[in-house]
């Protein structure tokens, strides 16, 4: 535990307090008044509404549109079924810099709405809210469709047998055990649409703001580090309760339940109603995922001969110092530094976690894990600049702010994979290895390894897709001649003119090409022991 403690101590917890205190201290006394000032501002109380009901009406709107896909792909067998899976889930690994971007030549300005029948819808509420669905359809679909095929069909079956209609066995004996799941999947994505911001500060304008993109304004626009302090210390609570709930959830998710092997709950479907879900989940997943990024593509190619992509391999000279497909090669290196921070701390400590013999303390730092999925990236990048700007971590101009920033998302993912792996190795190989005389670390590498390899790779894709998109944390960090790619894609979004459109969706579509890529790599490493997400 030792490392995995001092990296979050040091990169997560001393930045995030170093900004509140700067926001809340001053002149040697704490202004603790200001919490209630800034927090019953009308301007205040107006985006923490915003924030909640639209977090609210982003997680009804997702339950809605993926639980019949949690159905069709834990109870349905049919061709492409696992090529479609992998579609469902690319949105997910996506920035939502690209989710943004991929509504906004939908429903936008001269985007696919606009020119077919003049409807724009990127200035109302609905482009958020389908955006976030977008985003986390794959979230509802993975966790409950996990759980939901793995319960055995025949305890439905038998209340079919006493006489129960169709509704009323799934809802007596199906819904329950699927309950935890749920509300697992439902409070996820509470959390990501709570502290939405690529998504928001894409399609929302200046007309609506999250506390994340309000964080982003008070800091970087108007240069309120006071009211930045109060707005960080109201997620940090809201989040903290949020991850609590969420905790309780999943005990009671690992709670007995009578399972069998999935590859045995599939079945072709049967009756006109299974092939109408089937049908409509199809529909869905086409006008909702996959629509949006075929208008991203095809709005990267408007102009003749690729000249966008062309575009791309000129030197800006005003936003950009570079080229401004350099933004790609940096990600890459920058993600790849990234996924090796996340692998390392992340196993580390997901084997501490997973020793029976671990104490509370131990268990503990699991839930903290999980707070930098919430916490404002914006609070955690600007809190680097902040925090790391003296010997002997001065770190301001180095290369390696930027992949710490993005590791800081990567752990949680690199954790919640190889926990359930390394808790199903049995611990009598450790053992018996050990009374032959193996050391602590040829243990690791001759019984572990070879069991959780698989499960280290695909921890590893995940953490290469999230640092690839991260983009609250890097907008501050990153440097004007090494821009990632979604902080490239936001400066050329926030410039007027066709070119610079033009080449955002270009920029765009080669993230989506390169994660849609890592995604591919993961499902064919995934194994049924590596856990859902």
């Known amino acids: 535990m030792a490392l995995p403690v001092a990296f979050f101590a040091l990169f997560f917890a001393w930045p995030v307090a170093a900004i509140v205190t700067r926001g809340l201290k001053a002149d040697g006394s704490w202004h603790l008044g200001r919490l209630a000032d800034v927090v019953t501002r009308p301007d205040i109380r107006h985006v923490l509404w915003f924030t909640t009901w639209q977090a609210l009406a982003s997680t009804a709107l997702t339950l809605l549109l993926a639980l019949p896909a949690a159905y069709v792909f834990a109870r349905l067998d049919f061709p492409g079924r696992h ?47 389908l955006a976030h669905v977008f985003f986390n359809y794959a979230v509802v679909v993975r966790t409950v469709g996990g759980l939901w095929a793995q319960l055995d069909p025949r305890q439905e079956e038998a209340a079919r047998m006493l006489g129960a209609s169709p509704l009323t066995a799934w809802r007596k004996v199906t819904l329950p055990a699927l309950a935890p799941a749920v509300a697992a999947a439902a409070l996820m994505v509470f959390l990501f649409t709570f502290t939405s911001f690529g998504v928001v500060q894409i399609l929302g304008g200046p007309t609506f703001s999250t506390l994340e993109v309000e964080i982003y304004r008070q800091t970087s626009e108007v240069f309120d580090l006071s009211t930045a302090a109060v707005l960080t210390l109201v997620q940090f609570a809201a989040v903290g309760a949020i991850l609590a709930v969420h905790a309780w959830t999943v005990r009671r998710r690992e709670t007995a339940l009578r399972l069998v092997d999935p590859k045995v709950t599939a079945r072709r479907p049967r009756g006109a ?13 086409a006008l909702l995922l996959v629509l949006p990024l075929a208008v991203l593509v095809r709005r990267s190619l408007d102009a003749p001969g690729l000249g966008y992509y062309r575009a791309l391999t000129d030197a800006d000279g005003g936003t950009f110092l570079v ?77 390696i702010l930027v992949p710490l920033a993005q590791a800081l998302v990567g752990v949680p993912f690199v954790v919640r994979t190889m926990l359930p792996v390394l808790r199903a190795v049995d611990v009598r190989l450790r053992e018996a290895a050990a009374v032959l005389g193996a050391s602590p670390w040829r243990v ?43 902080v490239a894609v936001a400066r050329l979004l926030s410039r007027p003119g066709d070119l610079n459109y033009g080449q955002a969706m270009a920029l765009s579509t080669i993230l989506m090409v390169v994660c849609a890529a890592a995604l591919l790599v993961l499902e064919r490493l995934r194994t049924d022991r590596t856990g859902e997400f």
Request: charged residues 15%; neutral net charge.
């Open 83 to 129: 090529l479609l899976r992998a579609v469902v889930t690319v949105p997910f690994v996506l920035p939502t810099v690209v989710a943004g971007s991929a509504f906004l030549a939908l429903v936008g300005h001269h985007g696919l709405l606009d020119q077919l029948w003049g409807v724009r819808l990127d200035t109302t509420v609905w482009a958020i809210l």
């Open 273 to 285: 109603g299974q092939w109408a879900l089937l049908a409509g989940v199809l529909v869905t997943v």
């Open 323 to 399: 080229a401004p497909l350099h933004a790609v090669w940096t990600s890459l290196e920058y993600a790849a530094a990234a996924t090796a921070i996340a692998v390392g701390v992340g196993t580390l400590a997901a084997a501490a976690l997973a020793r029976r013999d671990a104490g509370r303390l131990v268990r503990g730092f699991d839930a903290l894990l999980m707070l930098p999925l919430g916490v404002s990236a914006v609070t955690v990048g600007f809190g680097f600049l902040i925090a790391l700007d003296k010997p002997p971590l001065d770190l301001r101009q180095s290369w």
């Open 444 to 486: 690791w590498r001759e019984v572990d390894l070879p069991l959780v390899r698989r499960a280290l790779l695909v921890a590893a894709g995940f953490a290469f897709a999230v640092s690839l998109g991260e983009f609250g944390a890097t907008v501050f960090i990153a440097r004007p001649d090494n821009p990632t790619l979604p």
